[in-house]
C-alpha cells in the first residue's frame, strides 16, 4: 500500500468470509475490544510481527503482495501510528467497527476470533472510509 489510501465500506467487510459469531452482543463488544486493544499495544510497540497476528489473512496477504514484503516488514516501512484510545465499538453480527481517538479500525469473527481487516480508516463526507491497511 506505501500510504495509499483505498476505500472500504460496511458493506464490502460485510461481503468478507466470516464464520457465525456466538456469545452476547456485550461478549462479542468486549472481545471485539480486546482485540483492538492487542493490535493498538503490539502497534504503540513496533512490534509488528504481533500485529501481524491480528490482521485478518486477506490483509496480511494484500500487505505482503502490494510491498513485496513479510507483513512485519511492510507495516515497519509504512511505520503506521497508534489510534490511541478506543472511543466506541459497534458489532453487526460477525462484523465489527471500533472507532479509536485518532483511527478507526474495521474487524471480522473468523474461527480463530475477531481479526483487524482494515486500519488507519478516516471517515470521508458521503462516502467510504479510506483505509491506509486493508484486505484485498
Known amino acids: 500500500m506505501a500510504g495509499r489510501a483505498c476505500g472500504v465500506t460496511v458493506s464490502v467487510l460485510l461481503a468478507v468470509g466470516t464464520v457465525g459469531g456466538c ?11 480486546d482485540t483492538a486493544a492487542v493490535f493498538e499495544q503490539a502497534l504503540s ?17 494484500e500487505l505482503e503482495q502490494s510491498s513485496d514484503s513479510p507483513c512485519a516488514k511492510a507495516l515497519n516501512d509504512q511505520s503506521p501510528p497508534p ?13 465489527a467497527r471500533t472507532v479509536l481517538s485518532s483511527d478507526t479500525l474495521f474487524l471480522s469473527h473468523f474461527t480463530s476470533g475477531w ?20 484486505g484485498g
Open 83 to 95: 489510534g490511541g484510545a478506543v472511543r466506541r465499538t459497534d458489532v453487526y453480527g460477525n462484523q
Open 23 to 33: 456469545g452476547t452482543v456485550a461478549e462479542r463488544r468486549d472481545d471485539v475490544r
Open 45 to 61: 510497540e513496533g512490534a509488528y510481527d504481533r500485529v501481524c497476528a491480528v490482521l485478518a489473512p486477506a490483509t496480511v496477504q
Open 115 to 134: 481479526k483487524v481487516v482494515a486500519a488507519g480508516c478516516r471517515p470521508q463526507p458521503q462516502q467510504p472510509y479510506q483505509c491506509r491497511i486493508k
